[in-house]
C-alpha cells in the first residue's frame, strides 16, 4: 500500500489493551486528522491483527498490525518496551513472539486483580464510588489482560488527563508511591527481541528516553534490534537526538509515536506525536508494503 506524503503515528493503543477507543474508532480519528497511516500496537497481543488487515483493506487506509511487547532488562532491573512489526497471529499462539506475550498477559491479568481486590477491602472510595473486582473485569472489555487503567475506569471513569486521576493513581497504583503497587513478571528484554525476529517481525525500541533504556542498545543490537522510537510524548530533544545518534551508530531505523490510548493516556489526538512519511523512509515504506502481504 502506497503511503502519501504526511505524518505517521507508528505507536497507537486500544481497547484490546489500555486504550479508550475501538480500532474502528482509532482509524476513523487517525483519518480525521490527515494521517498518512498508522500502527496498532496493543501490549502483548496480536489476537485482533487480521481485524486491523481487514480493516486496512476495507478503507484504504495504511496501517501497522503491531504489537508492544513488555520486558525486564535482567542487567539493569529496568522496564524495557519494544514494538513489534510485520508479525501474524495464530489460532493456538504458537509463534515465539505470542507465547512470550501470553505469559506476560498472564502476570498482568493476575497481578492488576491483587491490586484491584486489595483496593475494594480498602474501601477506597472516589466521590462515594468504590469498587469491586467484577466491577474492573467488565471495565477490561475486550481487552486481552486486565491493567491498572480498568481500575482506575471501573473507580473513577476520569480522564487521564484530569487531576484528580492524576492524584489517585499517585496514591493508590503508582510504581514509585502507590500504597497498592505490584510489578508483574516480565519475560527478558534479550529472549523478546529475539522471540520478535525468530517469528518474522521487525523489533523496534520504545520510548528509550521515557524508560532510561539506553545503556541497554548495544545488547538488544545483537539481540536482533532493528529500529529506535526518536519522536514520542514523553522524548525531549535530547531525546530525540541520542535516539538519532544510536540509530546511526548501530545501523537502525527511526520511528516515531504518540503512545495514543485515547483518555487513557497523555495525548490528546491520535498523531500528537509522530514521524513524516519523508523521515521514515524506505525502512517504514517496507514494513507497509509487506503488511500487505500478510
Given amino acids: 500500500m502506497q503511503l502519501a506524503p504526511g505524518r505517521l503515528d507508528l505507536h497507537t493503543h486500544t481497547t484490546y489493551s489500555d486504550g479508550s477507543l475501538s480500532?474502528?474508532?482509532?482509524?476513523?480519528?487517525?483519518q480525521a486528522q490527515g494521517l498518512s497511516g498508522i500502527a496498532v500496537t496493543d501490549h502483548d497481543t496480536l489476537a485482533h491483527s487480521q481485524e486491523i488487515?481487514?480493516?486496512?483493506?476495507?478503507?484504504?487506509?495504511?496501517?501497522?498490525?503491531?504489537?508492544?511487547?513488555s520486558t525486564r532488562n535482567p542487567a539493569t532491573g529496568r522496564n524495557v518496551h519494544v514494538l513489534g512489526y510485520n508479525l501474524v497471529s495464530t489460532p493456538d499462539e504458537s509463534t515465539p513472539v505470542e507465547?512470550?506475550?501470553?505469559?506476560?498477559?498472564?502476570?498482568?491479568?493476575?497481578?492488576?486483580?491483587?491490586?484491584a481486590w486489595q483496593v475494594m477491602v480498602s474501601g477506597y472510595s472516589y466521590k462515594g464510588r468504590t469498587i469491586t473486582v467484577d466491577d474492573v473485569i467488565a471495565a477490561a472489555g475486550p481487552s486481552a489482560t486486565i491493567y491498572k487503567?480498568?481500575?482506575?475506569?471501573?473507580?473513577?471513569?476520569?480522564?487521564?488527563?484530569?487531576?484528580?486521576?492524576?492524584?489517585?493513581?499517585?496514591?493508590l497504583l503508582s510504581s514509585k508511591h502507590g500504597r497498592y503497587h505490584r510489578s508483574p513478571k516480565y519475560p527478558d528484554t534479550m529472549e523478546a527481541i529475539r522471540a520478535i525476529r525468530e517469528s518474522g517481525g521487525v523489533p523496534v525500541l520504545a520510548h528509550p528516553g521515557q524508560m532510561d533504556s539506553w545503556s541497554a542498545v548495544p545488547d538488544m543490537v545483537d539481540a536482533g534490534l532493528m529500529g529506535i522510537e526518536a519522536y514520542h510524548h514523553a522524548h525531549t530533544p535530547d531525546h530525540i537526538r541520542m535516539a538519532h545518534e544510536l540509530a546511526a551508530q548501530y545501523g537502525l531505523f527511526v520511528t516515531g509515536g504518540s503512545d495514543?490510548?485515547?483518555?487513557?493516556?497523555?495525548?490528546?489526538?491520535?498523531?500528537q506525536y509522530g514521524i513524516s512519511v519523508e523521515e521514515a523512509g524506505e525502512p517504514v515504506a517496507r514494513l507497509y508494503e509487506r503488511e500487505a502481504t500478510l
Fill in 149 to 171: 487503567q480498568h481500575i482506575m475506569e471501573a473507580l473513577s471513569g476520569l480522564s487521564k488527563r484530569d487531576p484528580d486521576y492524576d492524584r489517585i493513581f499517585r496514591e
Fill in 260 to 271: 495514543y490510548h485515547g483518555r487513557f493516556g497523555v495525548p490528546t489526538h491520535v498523531g
Fill in 99 to 115: 507465547k512470550v506475550c501470553l505469559y506476560t498477559r498472564t502476570e498482568r491479568a493476575a497481578n492488576t486483580l491483587w491490586i
Fill in 23 to 30: 480500532v474502528e474508532q482509532l482509524v476513523k480519528e487517525a
Fill in 53 to 69: 488487515r481487514a480493516l486496512s483493506r476495507q478503507t484504504g487506509f495504511p496501517i501497522l498490525a503491531g504489537v508492544e511487547v
